[in-house]
């Protein structure tokens, strides 16, 4: 945009005034110049033909009448005038006594001369008509006088209201009504200078509407003032509109009487000429060869001037047109200059040289508002990218083609941890590598391929490359490239850390969630077969000397069978389907109490030491499981102190830790060693199933798993840490319990058998061996049994069989009748007879497949005959009638 248009000005007095002005004075000066040479040349003619008369004596009075007649009639008309543009009543008064004098005078005159009435009889007419235009002309100044006292009166009066309502507007906040009455006032105002009477009118008019639609009601005191104020000005009887509309009719009035009296004065003019003429024509004949000379003269001298003023007034025409052009055209251009390009360009269709410079200046306004737009768009789109760059969470770098850093952001620096006071435009990339941690040295592709770093950087200037970059912290940083068209290439820097972490808890779910459904199958085959195993082995020691070899053998393969349904447990644990028997625990105790196991496991090289601090120290966990998950972590320590070091236990009340997301006090549970440590790379493996840095047949990689499960599932949290060379410390974070629980209610499993009474008890076990070894218990804790495999076979028998005391049922029957289907059908048919359930599988998974609830007794597989005699009796022996407390074992 042009930022301002400069005309150039010759030197010259008129220097300030503009080239409208100059031309319209130099055009009057020469208008003037002629009419004074045709005035000169008139008047010397005149005397000259008055010398060369003198002779003719008896013509000379008639002649000087004449002139004089003339005179006192061209002053009259002089004095109208005067009369229109008198400014007081006085100055009125003694003009309209002069200009009667004079019509006297004039009127006394044109009877003296005895000739006047035969030569121009319509020279009294025209005095009679001067002397009443005059005279109305006189009156109507008058009234103008009047007027403009009245109006002068009202302007008063506005200025007065104008410092009230500007009063008003300083002392109170400006309201809707405020502003209409500043409106109001305009209006008022705008009609002392309008010259148009329909223009007052339709002022007056807009005001009275304005003025009648306020609501008045709401007004408040100084308002109302203001609006009697101008109601008063605007809406009154007499009112400004009345009074302007009257004097500019008496203005176009008075303008209309001059120019009637300059038409009579013309006229009477004409009227002694021809009288002066025909009194010439009576002179001698000796003078009419030099009259007609004179006269000849000042026809040339009259034509000359009439031609030169002709030509000033067309002049003046044609410049003015040709200024009101320019000056137009001018007004756009400093308009444009301003900003503003919506005004058209005037003059556009002229076929001079005008329209030549409006048709040029509107190809350059449009190319002006072209360059604007173009640049308004430019500055636009340069804020939106560089607020976009300053501000994405991503880093963002450019480099040319010679791999020399030209652009960045704020995050680019602070996302490949670089000094930003150390970075400057034009810095190769050699030397950002250089200032690179040590970490993020190298590049991998996503694929986990390490990259050639000089290959990569040519590759992306020529297409679009992604790798990734580790810094310190385990921060991943994803580098994306991508080439530009006049070389070098951009890079977009994401950071991929908390991404990585959660895809990390992903696979780690996935793989807990296979591995959970993996253990909970094969639990409940194996669970089947131990259930068979522990059942023989128990009949079969109650048919063995103790003191035999043969006794020594089944108990021997009866702790393996224990064994085995201890992994299973543990392999329960591992998948978090656990079936848990929680107990308040004292840690500080269970630790105590396993010392002498910790210390067989680990080895004599390694020193135990203990830090048992918390106080107290209880916590709801399984006992034996959290023995386990001890000694498993004992046992690990060991393997990386290559037996010799230093294990230290340290147990810690904290009140205040955010645990579950709610903080809560806990008993954090610290296993120290003085290891060899784990890398910071595998340190975030550890828990992750059958990950392993043993040689293989060294360790399955389940053990800090099976833990890991094992506490989540006991609702607590488990931390390590690591350094190379200084061993591993892993916290175990369990909810803090108040007290001990009542032991007296606790069950004595040394308790004696109950043994049956011969009841009849219905067996439904598909399974052939586990039935059978379930036969054999139940006979040997005295109680009659009918074994069927399936649910239909089951219906049969209880319909023939009213006598059957209880129905002992494996869940998974291999049909579309499972144990729980019957159980439920037995509760409305039999509502009497109880039923105990029985499942190598785990009871989530039963709740999930079969709708398992905790009202229905049941007792899981592998079960011991101790377990089972207690939970016949315990259905047996209470009220049939009354609905069976929620049981489990």
Not at 68 to 90: D, G, K
Not at 540 to 569: E, K, N
Not at 831 to 845: I, M
Request: glycine letters at 6%; charged letters at 20%; one cysteine or more.
């Amino acid at each position: 945009m042009l930022k301002s248009l400069k005309f150039w000005r010759l030197d010259s007095p008129f220097q300030g005034l503009g080239v409208r002005s100059r031309l319209m004075i130099a055009f009057v000066i020469l208008a003037s110049s002629s009419t004074l040479l045709a005035l000169v040349g008139w008047t010397g003619l005149s005397n000259t033909d008055t010398a060369l008369k003198e002779f003719e004596q008896q013509a000379l009075p008639n002649i000087l009448q004449s002139l004089a007649l003339a005179e006192r009639t061209a002053n009259l008309a002089a004095v109208a005038p005067y009369v229109a543009n008198t400014s007081s009543p006085s100055m009125l008064s003694e003009l309209n006594r002069s200009l009667e004098e004079k019509i006297n005078q004039v009127l006394e005159l044109s009877t003296q001369i005895p000739q006047l009435e035969e030569a121009a009889p319509n020279l009294q007419p025209l005095l009679n008509q001067l002397e009443l235009t005059i005279t109305e002309l006189m009156g109507l100044t008058r009234a103008h006088l009047l007027l403009r006292e009245d109006v002068r009166q009202y302007e008063y009066s506005l200025n007065q209201l104008r410092y009230e309502l500007e009063k008003l507007g300083e002392s109170e906040p400006v309201e809707p009504l405020s502003i209409t009455l500043f409106v109001l006032f305009d209006q008022l105002n705008q009609a002392l200078y309008l010259e148009d009477v329909q223009a007052i009118e339709a002022l007056a008019t807009t005001f009275s509407e304005q003025f009648f639609a306020l609501r008045q009601d709401d007004v408040t005191r100084p308002l109302s003032t203001l609006l009697s104020e101008l109601k008063a000005l605007g809406i009154a009887d007499s009112n400004l509109f009345r009074q302007r509309v009257e004097q500019v009719e008496l203005q176009q009035r008075r303008a209309f009487l001059l120019a009637s009296t300059r038409a009579i004065s013309n006229q009477l003019s004409i009227q002694v000429k021809e009288f002066v003429d025909q009194v010439q024509q009576q002179i001698t004949q000796q003078s009419q060869r030099m009259g007609l000379a004179v006269n000849s003269g000042k026809t040339g001298i009259l034509m000359i001037a009439l031609l030169c003023f002709t030509a000033a007034l067309a002049g003046i025409w044609i410049v003015r047109e040709l200024t009101e052009s320019l000056g137009r055209v001018t007004a756009v251009m400093s308009r444009l200059a301003k900003g503003d390009t919506l005004l058209p360009t005037p003059a556009i269709e002229r076929r001079d040289e005008m329209g030549e410079l409006a048709r040029a200046f509107e190809v350059f306004r449009e190319n002006a508002v072209a360059i604007d737009t173009m640049r308004q768009d430019l500055q636009e789109q340069s804020h939106l990218l560089e607020t976009i760059f300053n501000h994405i969470n991503d880093g963002l770098s450019v480099f040319d083609q010679h791999n020399r850093l030209i652009a960045w952001n704020p995050q680019y620096a602070a996302m490949l941890e670089l000094p930003e006071e150390e970075l400057h435009k034009g810095m190769s990339i050699e030397e950002i590598y250089a200032r690179l941690s040590v970490e993020a040295q190298e590049g991998w592709a996503l694929n986990g391929i390490m990259l050639n770093r000089d290959e990569v950087n040519q590759l992306r200037q020529q297409s679009i490359q992604r790798f990734e970059r580790n810094f310190p912290g385990g921060r991943v940083v994803e580098f994306r490239s991508n080439p530009m068209p006049e070389g070098g290439f951009v890079t977009l820097y994401s950071d991929l850390t908390e991404r990585k972490a959660i895809e990390a808890q992903l696979r780690q779910s996935q793989k807990m969630e296979v591995l959970g459904q993996l253990t909970g199958g094969v639990a409940h085959d194996f669970n089947n077969l131990l259930a068979a195993m522990f059942g023989n082995l128990q009949l079969l020691g109650d048919h063995l000397s103790t003191d035999s070899q043969a006794a020594v053998y089944a108990h021997r393969a009866l702790a393996a069978a224990d064994r085995g349904r201890h992994l299973t447990q543990r392999l329960l644990a591992f998948s978090r389907k656990q079936y848990l028997q929680p107990e308040v625990v004292d840690v500080n105790a269970l630790i105590e109490g396993m010392l002498d196991l910790i210390e067989y496991s680990v080895g004599d090289g390694i020193t135990l030491e203990l830090a048992l601090d918390a106080d107290p120290a209880l916590v709801s966990v399984d006992p034996s499981q959290l023995e386990n998950a001890l000694l498993n972590l004992s046992i690990n320590s060991s393997a990386a102190m290559q037996g010799c070091g230093q294990l230290c236990f340290q147990t810690t009340y904290e009140p205040q830790y955010m645990l579950n997301a709610e903080r809560q006090a806990v008993i954090r549970i610290c296993v120290r060693d003085t290891g060899c440590g784990i890398p910071d790379a595998l340190i975030r493996r550890v828990f992750e199933p059958f990950f392993t840095t043993k040689e293989i047949g060294e360790g399955s990689g389940l053990g800090l798993s099976m833990v890991y499960g094992f506490v989540k599932q006991s609702q607590g949290d488990i931390q390590i840490r690591s350094h190379v060379g200084q061993g591993t410390e892993v916290d175990i974070l369990l909810p803090c319990e108040t007290a001990l629980p009542n032991l007296s209610t606790t069950p004595d499993s040394a308790s004696p058998l109950t043994l049956g009474q011969g009841q009849r008890i219905l067996l439904v076990e598909d399974d052939p061996q586990v039935g059978q070894m379930s036969q054999d218990l139940l006979e040997g804790l005295g109680y009659g049994v009918v074994h069927v495999t399936g649910a239909e076979q089951a219906l049969s028998v209880l319909q023939s069989e009213q006598n059957m005391a209880l129905v002992f049922s494996d869940i998974n029957l291999g049909s579309q009748w499972n144990g729980l289907a019957l159980q439920q059908h037995l509760a409305h048919t039999y509502p009497e007879l109880p039923v105990l359930l029985t499942s190598g599988l785990h009871p989530f998974l039963l709740q999930q497949r079969y709708g398992l609830t905790e009202e229905v007794a049941f007792i899981a597989k592998p079960y011991s005959r101790e377990s089972l005699a207690a939970a016949i009796t315990k259905l047996i022996v209470c009220d049939l009638k009354e609905p069976h407390e929620p049981t489990e074992y």
